[in-house]
Antibody, heavy 121, light 110 residues
């Protein structure tokens, strides 16, 4: 079965760029009617969609983060990545990667376990 | 921009009781694009319902979803101990493409 695993630094300094990678295992990132998303959750708070990418390279971003976000995909490595620039303490959160399925109404049917990222000097 | 509101914020119930969770949208949402998730502490969310009423793979039939337009409901017919968690609704809007989550409803043990 398909599994997702986030990786990247757990600590990022203010004003720097947060970089995370999600590795897809148990299946090809290019197969099926899927897209690949990043979602974050500050401690004790709700979920915020960051953006998504299709394996064609087409992207959509949350307008509130669009100026700072880049999502990319590397199909040869079965990975997709997130870059969030000019981070502040408000970007401290658990970051999840997830598979979206447009045949299921754009619901997220598979999630990574999440990775905690703290923005602090 | 569509905003989702969930009520109540917290629902205190006993095992075996029925739970009714509400998700209200600020504008009409296509039923095809309304989903529900369960999240337990320290875990990633788990998809329960998509398309407003279709159960995801492996989800017990005590979970059901209903609704249309701006009002959607997640019902847990008889609460099991493992059902005490936070539940989120989520919608997809296409112009521009954006996915949004509600603030969540916590179901805790009375």
């Amino acid at each position: 079965q398909v599994q997702l695993q986030e990786s990247g630094p757990g600590l990022v300094k203010p004003s720097q760029t947060l970089s995370l990678t999600c590795t897809v295992s148990g299946g090809s990132i290019s197969s099926g009617s899927y897209y690949w998303s990043w979602i974050r959750q500050p401690a004790g708070k709700g979920l915020e969609w960051i953006g998504r990418i299709y394996t064609s390279g087409s992207t959509n971003y949350n307008p509130s983060l669009k100026s700072r976000v880049t999502i990319s995909v590397d199909t040869s490595k079965n990975q997709f990545s997130l870059k969030l620039s000019s981070v502040t303490a408000a970007d401290t959160a658990v970051y999840y990667c997830a598979r979206g399925q447009w045949l299921k109404g754009n619901a997220f049917d598979i999630w990574g376990q999440g990775t905690m990222v703290t923005v602090s000097s | 921009e569509i905003v989702l509101t969930q009520s109540p914020g917290t629902l205190s119930l006993s095992p075996g009781e029925r739970a009714t969770l509400s998700c209200r949208a600020s504008q009409s949402v296509s039923s095809s694009y309304l989903a529900w998730y369960q999240q337990k502490p320290g875990q990633a969310p788990r998809l329960l319902i998509y398309g407003a009423s279709s159960r995801a793979t492996g989800i017990p039939d005590r979970f059901s979803g209903s609704g249309s337009g701006t009002d959607f409901t997640l019902t847990i017919s008889r609460l099991e101990p493992e059902d005490f968690a936070v539940y989120y609704c989520q919608q997809y809007g296409s112009s521009p493409p954006k996915l949004t989550f509600g603030p969540g409803t916590k179901v805790d043990i009375k």
